[in-house]
């Protein structure tokens, strides 16, 4: 089974500012296979990017994502106060699907 | 409107059976491979179950093997997870998600609380 850790486990910024939120995977992961989620409280996930730098749809240009390997990063150019909320990656390999345990962007 | 709906969650004692069921409306079912994903209170995802488009095929996280089972309806348009010998651990939200072509979760459902205790 592929683990994926994030990091930081909180970021603490203000609207206007950058974040850059990491996952790391335990083994290699196909860039096509990994995914990052926003999760509001009471709501369920919503997709944000695929294949590690493909944005969904309806998803605005200030989240891109990049990466490849083990190191895959999530980054939101300038944060709107809708951005704060819980982001998991995900990655899929060999018929399992893991997701990491998310990163926390609260308002500093 | 593209939609998935679950239904079938509540408070069930340890060793318990409960059926979710999860119905889709607004896309092409039967072209999608279909999951559960489940949120126990204030913890993070984890992946539960996937089948195929045509049942042939299913995968489960090791926690869940032997007790959970996965399977869909066409004719209904529908998702079912059948849980057996239930555990407090097993206490959870648990999601309907489609899945995109990449191995993706693209469309998600409300979800379903699943109580375990006595």
């Known amino acids: 089974e592929i683990v994926l850790t994030q990091s930081p486990g909180t970021l603490s910024l203000s609207p206007g500012e950058g974040a850059t939120l990491s996952c790391r995977a335990s083994?290699?992961?196909?860039?096509?296979?990994l995914a990052w989620y926003q999760q509001k409280p009471g709501q369920a996930p919503r997709l944000l990017i695929y294949a590690a730098s493909s944005r969904a749809t309806g998803i605005p240009d200030r989240f891109g994502g990049s990466g490849s390997g083990t190191d895959f990063t999530l980054t939101i150019t300038r944060l709107e106060p809708e951005d704060f909320a819980v982001y998991y990656c995900q990655q899929y390999g060999s018929s399992q699907i893991t997701f990491g345990p998310g990163t926390k962007v609260d308002i500093k | 409107e593209v939609q998935l709906v679950e239904s079938g969650g509540g408070l069930v004692q340890p060793g318990g059976s409960l059926r979710l069921s999860c119905a889709a409306s607004g896309l092409t079912f039967s072209n999608s491979w279909m999951s559960w994903v489940r949120q126990a209170p204030g913890k993070g995802l984890e992946w539960v179950a996937n089948i195929k488009q045509d049942g042939s095929e299913n995968y489960y996280v090791d926690s869940v093997k032997g007790r959970f089972t996965i399977s869909r309806d066409h004719a209904k348009n529908s998702l079912y997870l059948q849980m057996n010998s239930l555990r407090a651990e097993d206490t959870a939200v648990y999601y309907c998600?489609?899945?995109?072509?990449?191995?993706?979760?693209?469309?998600w459902g409300r979800g379903t609380l699943v109580t375990v205790s006595s």
């Open positions: 083994q290699s992961v196909s860039s096509s296979y």
């Open positions: 998600a489609k899945i995109g072509h990449y191995w993706y979760f693209d469309l």
